[in-house]
């Protein structure tokens, strides 16, 4: 039976059989100083209170045995996944492939390039390795989901505006319905999280729906109660 999140513009009807959570990006190079995130200029410790709230998400998802996807935005080391036009951005020394603090900047396999220890995945759940901001470009995620039975696709990570926004938009072109949970969710400009949200729930939802994390706890803890 679907269970009633709060949520804007109305509320989201939740499917427990054909769900999956979305953890984009909550790696090292965006989170920690040194990386990717610190190189490009960017105030990192922004991104540190969706830690939190997407731990409290990878419990509700892992009580109930529903799917979890963890993506990292990572290239091959021989950089052959990574356009000129996105490795030759930014100041030589401070671009994708070069030496940081924690390694090679956003290489798979890097120090930097891993999950933040608190949200590790956890054995059975999905890794996608992702050259691009959107999760469905060279990533065959699209194929999986759908042998999986997936048709709706809760969102948390970072950040807000440029891999989660980008990700929720190929997904709601795929035919998803997506659910960005504010919380578990952050920008290095609060502005741009703000104005990420609003344009996601604009237009009746044209791109989905925003709930608030409580909401979500409550519906999934009702929805025991009348189990
Ligand atoms: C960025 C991301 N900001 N994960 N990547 O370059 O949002």
Known sequence: ????????????????????????????????????????????????????????????????????????????????????????????GLRIGDDGAMGRILIAGEPGNQIVPELAP?????????????????????????????????????????CVQTSMREANDRGYECLLIEEATESYFPEFKAAAIEMIVAQGGIVGWAAGIAGLEQALSEEVAHA
């Open 122 to 162: 956890v054995k059975g759940e999905i890794e996608i390795d992702k050259p691009g901001k959107g999760m469905f470009w060279a990533t065959g995620l699209h194929e999986r989901l759908q042998e999986m039975g997936i048709t709706q696709l809760v969102f948390a990570g970072v950040t807000t505006e440029v």
């Open 1 to 92: 039976m679907a269970i009633s999140v709060p949520a804007r513009p109305y509320d989201f009807s939740l499917d427990p059989r054909s769900v999956a959570l979305v953890v984009i990006d909550m790696q090292r190079d965006f989170i920690e100083p040194g990386g990717f995130g610190a190189v490009l200029g960017n105030d990192v410790s922004r991104l540190l209170p969706a830690i939190p709230a997407v731990a409290r998400l990878l419990e509700l998802f892992r009580a109930r045995g529903w799917p979890v996807i963890h993506t990292r935005e990572a290239h091959r080391p021989d950089l052959s996944d990574c356009p000129p036009a996105k490795r030759l951005r930014g100041a030589p």
